[in-house]
């Protein structure tokens, strides 16, 4: 194949993937549809003599729901495959690894993303985060189609080993980061809904969902694991590379600031989750502040503030 071909066949893959990624959100929506049906039956039971009325789930509604995790798990995957056969081939077309611009790195960082969802739902059982893993992913990946570029080499800046590290770092921490990040949003929402939903009316999607702590818990494995990936994406290799292509290991440009900002609100997370035994609300909430300076960082430096890093786009 020509590079051209392999430009052309890179951005049918990942224009698929998108459509794909799509399917597989709306497969989990159903599900979370389906589960508001499910505690409608009641059916008898033998308990202490007496034939007593409990509430249980259809078996037809059961493997509705089922089904419906199945085919948005099995889309999960298959978008995640042609997503990845996209990257190749336009690495291949650019003669060159595959996130040295903004559509790239979106596109990239959703693989990573999709990857970890895909790997954590077989250790951990985090298939209740499907939904918002998916529905983010499409939207960066056609967020990313808003700002592409075709295949072609580097900026001279970028004509280091240093990215590989550098930008690889950053796309598995932020990936780390968006599953925490769905984590601590939904432990809001469970929190919450622990406190002031009786249990009789604990039905839905929420429900078949672990317990808030669990929540609360997964968020703060995820984020302890990123944590020093996005220290030697931001803090270490960076520097080092800023040092090879502008002579200067700081600057102080935006996106060198909102990457130490990043760094300093989960470095605080971390710190009180560790010392001060923070848990709960609070370190939810500073948790998705600290994701909020992430993507700001991500699209905000990017688009809005010029700098040195301008190229990324």
């Known amino acids: 194949m020509s590079l051209e071909q392999y430009a052309q ?9 998108t459509v794909v990624l799509g399917l597989a959100f709306l497969a989990y929506l159903v599900q979370w549809a ?44 298959l978008a995640a495959l042609v997503l990845l056969a ?43 985060v499907g939904s918002i893993i998916t529905g983010i992913g499409t939207v960066v990946l056609g967020a990313s189609m808003l700002v592409y570029v075709p295949a072609g080499p580097l900026v001279p800046a970028l004509h280091s080993y240093w990215l590989v590290m550098h930008v690889l770092a950053a796309m598995i921490a932020g990936a780390a980061f968006v599953i925490g990040a769905a984590a601590s949003a939904l432990f809001l929402v469970k929190s919450r809904a622990e406190k002031r939903t009786p249990e009789e009316a604990r039905t839905g999607m929420l429900w078949r969902m672990p317990s808030a702590a669990r929540m609360d818990q997964l968020a703060y494995r995820v984020n302890a694991f990123a944590f020093p990936v996005w220290t030697f994406a931001a803090l270490i290799s960076g520097p080092i590379w800023a040092q090879y292509a502008w002579g200067r290991y700081w600057g102080w440009d935006p996106k060198e600031v909102w ?3 990043t760094w300093v609100v989960y470095a605080g997370y971390l710190h009180a989750r560790a010392t001060a035994g ?28 010029p700098g040195l890093h301008s190229y990324a786009k």
């Open 9 to 17: 066949f890179s951005n049918y893959a990942i224009a698929s993937a």
């Open 34 to 77: 389906v589960a508001r049906k499910v505690a409608a039956e009641p059916v008898l039971v033998a308990a202490g003599g007496a034939d007593t009325a409990v509430e249980s789930p259809s078996e037809e509604t059961e493997t509705r729901f089922t089904m419906a995790g199945s085919i948005g798990y099995s889309l999960t995957s």
């Open 86 to 128: 996209g990257l190749v081939t336009r690495g291949l077309a650019a003669e060159r690894v595959p996130w040295g611009n903004m559509y790239e790195f979106g596109c990239a960082a959703v693989m990573c993303a999709l990857i970890a969802y895909l790997a954590l739902v077989k250790v951990w059982d985090i298939d209740w």
């Open 259 to 261: 990457a130490f900002i």
């Open 278 to 305: 923070w848990k709960g609300k609070a370190a939810a909430i500073l948790c998705l502040v600290g994701f909020a300076t992430f993507v700001f960082n991500f699209v905000g430096v990017n688009l809005f503030v």
